[in-house]
């Protein structure tokens, strides 16, 4: 069997972490976002402490199966409360470090999964 390796080729993969910032596509971002297969949006939260439920509404609006929450460095969750205004909606929510939510993310991507990302940055 022979195995070829295809790259992501869509404008909306991670391709770039260096521990401060991410890279999608070509652009480097070192403020808080968001990012799904057809859109990229800036995003107001630069703790997980100050993410609120009008915060999470603003990533489910988006209309994703399932949210990956980077939370930095290292993973961290949210409070229960918060995670469930996100499984009320019947969507999926995985809290997890900057650098695990960005592989995850491609990889869904890769999938045609409606996946959306949100880095706390």
């Given at each position: 069997m022979q195995?070829?390796?295809?790259?992501?080729?869509?404008?909306?993969?991670?391709?770039?972490?260096?521990?401060?910032?991410?890279?999608?596509?070509?652009?480097?971002i070192d403020t808080s976002f968001w990012v799904s297969a057809r859109a990229l949006h800036p995003w107001t939260p630069r703790t997980v402490e100050t993410i609120s439920a009008e915060h999470l509404q603003e990533l489910l609006a988006a209309g994703p199966e399932v949210i990956l929450l980077g939370t930095g460095a290292r993973p961290r969750l949210l409070p229960p409360?918060?995670?469930?205004?996100?499984?009320?909606q019947r969507c999926g929510l995985e809290c997890m470090s900057n650098d695990?939510?960005?592989?995850?993310?491609?990889?869904?991507?890769?999938?045609?999964?409606?996946?959306?990302?949100?880095?706390?940055?």
């Open positions: 195995l070829t390796f295809e790259p992501d080729q869509s404008p909306s993969a991670i391709t770039g972490i260096d521990g401060q910032r991410l890279r999608v596509g070509e652009r480097w409360a918060l995670q469930a205004v996100v499984l009320q695990a939510a960005a592989r995850t993310f491609n990889v869904l991507l890769g999938d045609g999964r409606a996946v959306l990302a949100a880095f706390v940055i």
